[in-house]
């Protein structure tokens, strides 16, 4: 079946660095890809998406592109912030059928002034 | 966005008891409402799939007598996890897709912390 595969973390950055979260994934036909970010306690929150590829999605400095080639989809941004803490979370879709998600185990990402 | 709420946000309840969750789309309606499960730092694991007037699909290894689910309106889906245990203690989340728009975008509640005691 399908399945996402992302970094382990956690993370640990400073402020003002680079970041990088890798995501690969499997899926037997051409999905939708996604990162979503859920801050403590609370639900999750679309980042960014891409629904064919070579799109790159973008929001609040994060990008992804999706690489049908190398069947990935990272997450990068060029400074983080502290209010970036959060978890990540790499997920696919199905644009056929119930269109359920399919999500990686999630990286936990933390920024030190 | 699309607002999807979730009901209530913590619940502590004893063993062998039953808890009610609701998951309301506030402003679309949504004939297909997700569940899913979270063990702490690890990911959302889908249990259901609830379908507006007909009976949920569960994921394999869930067991559909012990966490019911009831999707009569097409803003309303709710789980019930009956006869509650420790071990069913976790994060709950639901998520629902606004069919009205083209957009492949799900929508996610606040989530729900279950606590069995």
């Known amino acids: 079946g399908d399945s996402v595969t992302q970094m382990e973390g956690p993370v640990t950055l400073s402020e003002e660095a680079f970041l990088t979260i890798n995501c690969t994934y499997t899926?037997?036909?051409?999905?939708?890809l996604f990162w979503y970010v859920q801050y403590p306690g609370e639900g999750l929150q679309l980042l960014l998406k891409?629904?064919?590829?070579?799109d790159k999605g973008s929001n609040k400095g994060f990008e992804a592109t999706y690489r049908k080639e190398t069947t990935s989809f990272h997450l990068e941004k060029g400074s983080v912030q502290v209010s970036d803490s959060a978890v990540y979370f790499c997920?696919?879709?199905?644009?056929?059928?119930?269109?359920?998600?399919?999500f990686g185990q999630g990286t936990r990402l933390t920024i030190n002034p | 966005g699309a607002v999807v709420s979730q009901h209530p946000s913590r619940v502590i309840c004893k063993s062998g008891t039953s808890v009610k969750i609701e998951c309301r789309s506030l402003?679309?309606?949504?004939?297909?409402m997700f569940w899913y499960r979270q063990f702490p730092k690890q990911s959302l694991m889908l249990m259901a799939t609830?379908?507006?007037?007909?009976?949920?699909?569960?994921e394999q290894g869930v067991e559909k007598d012990k966490f019911l689910i009831n999707h009569a309106s097409l803003t309303l889906s709710t789980l019930t996890v009956t006869s509650a245990h420790p071990e069913d203690s976790s994060f709950y989340i639901c998520?629902?897709?606004?069919?009205?728009?083209?957009?492949?975008?799900?929508?996610f509640g606040q989530g729900t912390r279950l606590t069995v005691v």
């Open positions: 899926a037997t036909g051409y999905p939708s």
């Open positions: 997920a696919l879709s199905e644009k056929k059928g119930a269109q359920k998600l399919v």
């Open positions: 998520s629902a897709r606004d069919p009205g728009t083209a957009d492949t975008e799900a929508f």
């Open positions: 402003d679309f309606q949504a004939t297909t």
């Open positions: 891409a629904t064919k590829a070579d």
């Open positions: 609830s379908n507006e007037g007909s009976k949920a699909t569960y």
